[in-house]
């Protein structure tokens, strides 16, 4: 549950406030918790389906198997994640930079990027030479991840100002075309936040009893992110004015020294810092295994597949998400996770959906211990919000989801000539 918190409520908060203006953008939190509790859902009664390792690449493979999908899914899946792995994990390389700035005041825009660069090159060149402790280190970034958010969340319950926390603008809830994209990125925020809810499924193999342990995990982790979201949101709004919040570059740091003094926002900027770099280090660690292991089976572009010829790593595909990744961190914090979740909708999510349905209707075959309970209705509500966070997301991003699959259509025609002349062969 790390990654689903890690530092992500500490530099989308003020992201969060922009977004409708005002404290109401708390809604985003609690509908965003509905949608992730419904699509975890559809993610249980795949994984209990088909447990292993591989999670959406597995589902979308063995679903569609017997049909041209089966090939052209799988695939784009590891191409939009070629596209979309390095934008969340330069997120991160963003919000370290965005947290640096507590101690190096007056941080132009220009030096932000650069330090952001610096860290992703340092976290490519740490694992370029076999620096791979992430045992430990996930252990640390767990004890970390709680000592801040349990520091923030109790200090804002001793120091809550509800006239603070709910001092709503004028027509705050009043229904209108900026009130629902706003609602929309919103709602994007908080599963962006959320994103891990389904790491168990990545695992299901290694799971005892998945039909039961799968969905009550994904439960558990959805509402107690969520509810720890919402929390460290409305605990600092409850003592920093929501219109300060909103412009703060690291608003978490801002209200420790409000309320305990300039060791305490030190403090904390500290332990923010090491969890975002401890948190994207396993995440390069993790995402640059994927497009490997695909190429390994023969499902991905072979040249992903090299390991190095001493260190026996994947090398090639550590490269390209660590210099995507090094690179996406130039951009804007609102840009790059817009661009995430953008490409990870239509494939992973939205795609998965139908594989639901598919699976119910033409694969008797495939045997599913667990079901969604109440089918159709939560594939339903996940399938609406997913295509209404889509749609509000912002002309730019919406083409560039449909931008990704193009480009993966393509990539998998030269991809798919490529593996038939070497089987002619």
């Not at 620096?131 to 252990?139: D, E, L, Q, W």
């Amino acid at each position: 549950m790390s990654n689903m918190v890690g530092i992500g409520p500490f530099i989308t908060i003020p992201l969060l406030l922009a977004s409708m203006g005002g404290p109401q953008a708390l809604l985003g939190w609690v509908l965003g918790a509905v949608l992730a509790l419904c699509d975890g859902l559809i993610w249980a009664e795949l994984a209990a389906a088909m447990p292993g390792a591989g999670g959406t690449f597995v589902y979308l493979l063995e679903a569609f198997r017997k049909t041209r999908l089966g090939r052209v899914l799988p695939f784009l899946f590891i191409w939009q994640f070629i596209f979309s792995g390095p934008l969340e994990i330069a997120s991160g390389y963003i919000g370290f930079a965005q947290y640096f700035g507590y101690f190096w005041r007056g941080m132009d825009p220009l030096h932000t990027r650069i330090v952001g660069l610096l860290v992703g090159v340092v976290a490519v060149v740490l694992l370029y030479r076999g620096i791979t402790a992430i045992g430990k280190t996930v252990v640390v970034l767990w004890a970390g991840m709680l000592i801040t958010v349990g520091w923030v969340i109790v200090t804002g319950l001793f120091n809550f100002n509800p006239e603070l926390a709910f001092e709503f603008p004028p027509n705050a809830f009043g229904f209108s075309t900026g009130f629902a994209m706003g609602l929309g990125s919103a709602m994007l925020l908080a599963m962006y936040n959320c994103l891990g809810y389904f790491g168990i499924c990545n695992v299901g193999g290694e799971v005892r009893n998945p039909e039961r342990v799968i969905p009550r995990s994904i439960i558990i982790s959805v509402v107690a992110v969520s509810s720890i979201n919402f929390c460290i949101t409305l605990s600092v709004i409850g003592v920093i004015p929501w219109r300060e919040a909103m412009n703060s570059s690291y608003v978490a740091s801002e209200f420790m020294e409000r309320i305990y003094g300039g060791w305490a926002g030190s403090a904390i900027t500290v332990l923010i810092l090491w969890s975002a770099f401890s948190s994207v280090f396993a995440l390069l660690l993790g995402y640059s295994r994927i497009p490997y292991a695909a190429a390994l089976d023969g499902h991905f572009f072979r040249v992903f597949a090299k390991l190095h010829p001493r260190s026996e790593f994947p090398y090639i595909s550590l490269l390209v998400v660590g210099i995507l990744s090094a690179a996406a961190s130039l951009l804007d914090l609102s840009s790059v996770i817009s661009a995430l979740m953008t490409a990870r909708i239509l494939i992973q999510f939205i795609g998965q959906i139908f594989a639901v349905h598919y699976i119910r209707k033409h694969r008797p075959d495939i045997e599913r211990p667990f079901r969604i309970w109440l089918y159709p209705i939560p594939s339903v509500i996940a399938l609406l919000g997913w295509v209404y966070i889509f749609a509000t997301s912002g002309i730019t991003f919406i083409l560039y989801g449909f931008a990704t699959v193009l480009a993966g259509l393509i990539a998998y025609a030269i991809w798919s000539r490529q593996t038939t002349g070497r089987q002619a062969i």
